[in-house]
């Protein structure tokens, strides 16, 4: 008989969105045809120089990766603004950085505060290493952090406390003030999650050499435009990052994932591009979408907006069923704990696919 851990037998598993390859054979739709709004990925694709460097390194798929990564730290360090010393870098994206964060500071047991709604995979990582989920609030009307909520939350049994800015799902900030409450009211580790900074154009690096448990967690699936590589990093105080990499995987971060992401950093151009065009998109789109009566958008710092859908007459599932039947994914947040069946989550895309799903939107909900 297959007996399951007790956790793993209460888990809900993690929601993720729709792919392309899905809505074409469910839809019978050609793959190129389909818009993609629903999965915060880089509209423009990865860095020129990335995918060269990646054609000239094929031949490295036969051999095991590094484990001396120092180059590409150092490089991370330069674009983070920080020492090599206070940097951990992952494969798996941040996954594997939320993972191993659980697994060098949580004990069955213990704590972790969330503001709902905000982003799922922190409970599911973290509860199947029997750690216990304790719910903050984000207040969606003002879209900012109810930050006496989290305060409120702090126990003794409180070991991690993440704070997502820009906030996934709504796209709001949180401030630096905020922020500062927070790691002053606890000894816990307050991670802040930085995966879609580079859009608010702010970030809370000059916090790290005052805070001793201050955990910045980073990608470079975003705006640097590796989703499919699996790279994430994170930003702290070197004795954090030192107990870290105790536990960590050793080979975790591919020989062509490390070649695509040094090239990326040496991309300056391409970064800046990829900026500028993904909040072109997100403004646009933003614009769009609050010109519709019956849909309440709410403004973003990300590459997505969240949007309430409950004057259209129809739920989250429904709408996003309607468009993908017509070739555009966007995220059903019905997943996502603090939400109704009402809220749907749109990603920037290329300015002509932004007007593609604009144009299509109105042909359903008017």
Known sequence: MINPSKVVKKLDPYVPGRSIEEIAANYDLEQKDIIKLGSNENPIGPSPMAVEALKKNLELISQYPETNLDSLIKDIATYSGVSPSNVILGGDGADEILDVLGKAFIEPGDEFIVPLPGYMYYEYTLTIQ???????????????????????????????????????????????????KVLESTDAIVVVDEAYYEFSEVNNVDLLDDYKNLFILRTFSKVLGLAGMRIGYGLSNPEIIEYMYRVKPVFSLTKLSEVAA?????????????????????????????????????????????????????????????????????????????????????????????????????????
């Open 262 to 366: 040094s090239a990326t950093l040496k991309d300056h151009e391409y970064i800046k591009q990829s900026t500028e065009i993904s909040i072109d998109s997100r403004e646009f789109l933003y614009r769009s979408l609050s010109k519709f009566e019956n849909l309440t958008v709410y403004k973003s710092k990300a590459n997505y907006m969240l949007v309430d859908i409950r004057e259209t007459g129809h739920t989250a599932k429904e709408l996003s069923e309607k468009l993908m039947q017509s070739g555009v994914i966007v995220r059903d947040c019905t997943s996502f704990k603090g939400l109704d069946e009402y809220w749907i989550r749109v990603s920037v895309g290329t300015l002509e696919n932004d007007a593609k799903f604009i144009k299509i939107l109105k042909n359903i909900v008017g």
């Open 130 to 180: 029997d750690a216990i989920p304790v719910y903050a609030k984000w207040d969606v009307p003002s879209n900012t952090l109810d930050v006496e909520s989290v305060i409120q939350a702090i126990n003794t049994n409180t070991k991690l406390i993440f704070l997502c800015t820009p906030n996934n799902p709504t796209g709001g900030l949180i401030s630096k003030e905020d922020i500062k």
